[in-house]
């Protein structure tokens, strides 16, 4: 029997060392795992910053390509809109010259004749102004306004308000939104003295 037990002791010292190494080993594992987790995680965070920092860099490029896309529309509707622009100047200027010629005073019979046949012409190109949205800067009693008159003479005029048109030296005109050409205008402008006494 003593040999019996002595084997038996045997044995499960045999099973011990041969287990042993087994627990061990997962002692060595479970530690690995745990710096392998620890070393996951930083990098899992690092990853996760840049996954961020790439994100916003995409929304950032996303919206600067909108906003180029949106302005590139915007001036080709502003070059459609205003493309006849520099030959308008250039017609209006035109014009003027031909509404004096047209309303020249004469008592020669065959250059009435002739003006007859200017006028129908000079209509025709006001109504092609007219079609491509020109139309004429009001300056009669008007307020002057920098934005649409420009004042080329000032002088003072008994019984008319300040800052008003007196005369209209070279018409202006708007291309549909803009100023084509500012009006030249003469503008009442009172003195301080002059201010004063009234």
């Known amino acids: 029997m003593h040999n019996r037990y002595r084997e038996e002791e045997k044995e499960e010292l045999m099973q011990e060392k041969e287990t042993a190494p087994e627990n061990k080993n997962q002692e060595e594992d479970a530690a690995v795992e745990v710096e ?17 920092r790439l994100n916003d860099l995409y929304l950032r490029t996303l919206a600067e390509a909108e906003n180029f896309k949106r302005r590139i529309n915007e001036e080709r509707i502003r070059e459609r809109k205003y493309g006849a622009q520099s030959l308008l100047e250039k017609l ?41 949205g020109i139309k004429k800067i009001e300056t009669k009693d008007q307020k002057f306004d920098p934005l649409y008159h420009h004042a080329i ?32 205008v003469k503008v009442n402008k009172i003195n301080k003295e002059e201010k004063e006494d009234v």
């Open 153 to 184: 003479e000032i002088e003072y005029q008994e019984g008319v308000e300040d800052n008003i048109i007196l005369e209209e030296v070279q018409t202006g005109y708007m291309f549909k939104d803009r100023v084509l050409r500012p009006a030249l």
């Open 36 to 52: 392998i987790e620890v070393e996951n995680l930083e990098d899992f965070k690092k990853l996760q910053e840049e996954v961020k």
């Open 92 to 132: 209006v200027a035109v014009v003027d010259i031909f509404d004096k010629a047209v309303n020249v005073e004469t008592d020669d019979e065959k250059l009435k004749n002739f003006l007859i046949g200017f006028e129908m012409i000079n209509k025709q190109l006001a109504q092609i102004l007219v079609d491509e």
